[in-house]
Nanobody, 125 residues
Framework: VQLQASGGGLVQAGGSLRLSCAVS????????IGWFRQAPGKEREGVAC????????VYTDSVKGRFTISRDNAKNTVYLQMDNLTPADTAVYYC???????????????????WGRGTLVTVSS
């Protein structure tokens, strides 16, 4: 089982980035995947998730209307499209999955039991 996040980089405020989470070892149809971020000196927080089975999407309030999570089952990849970025979005972004195949709609970190390495997103003002 592996989760590999990529796509981070440096972007100016107002710009866009698309993060990718390449998944191997389990089927996206049956496992929730979430994106999380951790800014320097802050706790890790949930950003967006896509649930198992019905693909329902959940976003934290600060990114609603700007970020979009999606999945491509054929490529076994989950994406996070980030638009209208602000310096407050600067963080290391992680993708994580629930290997137990449970059905839930939450960004609670405790529900995600497998984590990939992060990718750094830096937004300059």
């Amino acid at each position: 089982v592996q989760l590999q996040a990529s796509g981070g980089g440096l972007v100016q405020a107002g710009g866009s980035l698309r993060l990718s989470c390449a998944v191997s070892g389990f089927n996206l149809d049956y496992h929730a995947i979430g994106w999380f971020r951790q800014a320097p000196g802050k706790e890790r927080e949930g950003v967006a998730c896509i649930s198992a089975y019905d693909g329902r999407r959940v976003y934290t309030d600060s990114v609603k209307g700007r970020f979009t999570i999606s999945r491509d089952n054929a490529k076994n990849t989950v994406y996070l499209q980030m638009d209208n970025l602000t310096p407050a979005d600067t963080a290391v972004y992680y993708c994580a999955g629930d290997l137990n195949g449970r059905s839930f709609y939450t960004l609670d970190l405790g529900n995600y039991n497998f984590w990939g390495r992060g990718t750094l997103v830096t937004v300059s003002s």
